[in-house]
């Protein structure tokens, strides 16, 4: 069995439709694969039934955005009722900065010489929930300023770089307490990935783990496999579930094909049986797995 719990559609900064996506996953011979778009469930519906007609599993997720003092952290949540209304407002609260920004980065980059305009990059997130900075990226790869993705965050949108700029995230302990409200279950994704510094460490997801986290993503492809060894031993020692995933864009991003890392069915199930316990606590209509 493969599973693959971290990917994300056009939806949000990926390149396929969400079927698109569900259908090359089975392709690949994937038996699980969750949608995890950030900050947003609007892909699900799609992804659903193109599941039940390709034969896999589609685990509802998505990735959100939150900071845990200046650090920012992604939280990957699976299984949430998407509607509970504390956790609605934030995602509504985090879509909206990413907007607002939009209009900042271009002017940015207009002061740096670049002939761009918001429309450039309105045309590249047609069908995702907001535009982010891989929007941006793509509207510079168009116009002809860069080549790829990657050397439009080296040159003007990573952090630090002349375009970078600040938006809203959530606070990640108010979240993983929304998510499991809202019936659902949370794993820090790539939590040292393109960080100086490895932190969370162990005492830092004890901490999270108290706040009701499930899980640690621990294959994925920022991860040297000396940091996966002892994310994986961290897992082990404060009984979280330790996941893989490819973190697929697409073509917005190499080395992250469908199943380049993986779930074990084990883990996989461990993290499935707290989601029904997260539900049954929360008494909300969660999504069911589509087989
Ligand atoms: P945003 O959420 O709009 O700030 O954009 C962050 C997203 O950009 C991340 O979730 C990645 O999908 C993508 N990203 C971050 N760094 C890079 C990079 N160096 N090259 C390509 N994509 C990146
Ligand atoms: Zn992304
Ligand atoms: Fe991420
Ligand atoms: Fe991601």
Known sequence: MRIDLHTHSRVSDGTDAPALL???AAAVGLDVV???DHDTAAGWSEATEAARDAGVTLVPGMEIST??????VHLLAYLLDPTYPPLAEELARILAGRSARVPVMVDRLRRLGVDISVDDVVVESSDAAASGRPHVADALVRLGVVRDREEAFD???GAGRPAFIERYAADLHTMIRHVKAAGGVTVIAHPWGRSRRE????AGFAVLKAAGLSGIEVDHQDHTPEQRA?????????????????DYHGTGKTQHDLGVNSTSPEDYRELMERAVDAAAASGRDVPQVSR
């Open 22 to 24: 569900v259908r090359k």
């Open 34 to 36: 969750a949608l995890t």
């Open 67 to 72: 900071v845990d003092g200046h650090r920012s």
């Open 155 to 157: 040159r003007y949108l």
């Open 199 to 202: 932190q969370p460490d162990e």
């Open 230 to 246: 002892r994310l994986r031993a961290i897992a082990r020692e404060l009984d979280l579930v330790a996941t893989g995933s490819s």
